[in-house]
């Protein structure tokens, strides 16, 4: 089981250091070949118009969306989540599609650019978890494809699926519980009760 990670930027190293802790061979995703023969790609927290600027620049756009369509489990965290949206409310950056979701960027203004929330995050269990916000987006409006899996207090959704698809506003590679990406590593693997299945095709 090999899982790229997006490394042009932003916190990848960390999520590197849990995909190790969990066993799974992991692959720094810098250019399109980095791409080749691995079986999940994360995308990290960073800065998402730098995203968009280098994955440009380096021409993985198409590839990232073609693997999303292939069935290849993707996992977009913070900034990566942003780039998995179908839409922003702003025009930068232009945002991949991969999931029907609309996100704004820098949803909780100035003075909480920072917080932490317990939540309640449904394929984990009752066992809350503690999710790291850091100016953090938030999803405004979920398509019909879209499984949410925690919410904020006020009702707002911050971690959703869509197939093997996966996107969450916090980031769960800054703590020390791994259950996110244990449940991220099993929908890659044979084991996972998901069947494999194009992005955005009808759940039975
Ligand atoms: N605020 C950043 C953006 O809009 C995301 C922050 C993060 O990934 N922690 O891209």
Redesign the pocket.
């Known amino acids: 089981m090999k899982t790229g990670v997006l490394a042009l930027q932003?916190?990848f190293a960390e999520h590197i250091t849990v995909l190790r802790r969990l066993g799974s061979e992991t692959v720094e995703v810098r250019l399109p070949r980095d791409l080749e023969g691995i079986d999940a790609l994360i995308m990290?927290?960073?800065?998402?118009?730098?995203?968009g600027y280098l994955m440009g620049l380096y021409h993985l756009k198409e590839p990232i969306k073609e693997m999303a369509h292939r069935g290849v489990p993707i996992w977009g965290?913070?900034?990566?989540m942003?780039m998995m949206a179908r839409e922003l409310t702003e025009d930068e950056?232009v945002p991949l599609g991969l999931m029907d979701i609309q996100v704004v960027?820098?949803a909780f203004g100035r003075q909480v650019d920072s917080f932490e929330a317990d939540l309640e995050v449904e394929p984990l269990g009752p066992e809350k978890f503690t999710a790291v916000f850091?100016?953090?987006?938030v999803i405004a409006q979920v398509g019909e494809g879209i499984r949410v899996l925690s919410r904020l207090d006020d009702g707002r959704p911050v971690a959703v699926q869509q197939g093997l698809l996966l996107a969450t506003s916090f980031?769960p590679e800054l703590t020390d519980d791994v259950r996110l990406h244990r449940y991220f590593l099993s929908l890659a693997s044979a084991e996972s009760p998901e069947t494999r299945r194009p992005a955005g095709a009808p759940q039975e």
């Open positions: 932003g916190d990290p927290g960073g800065e998402s118009t730098t995203f965290t913070c900034a990566g942003i950056p960027r820098n850091i100016r953090a987006p980031h």
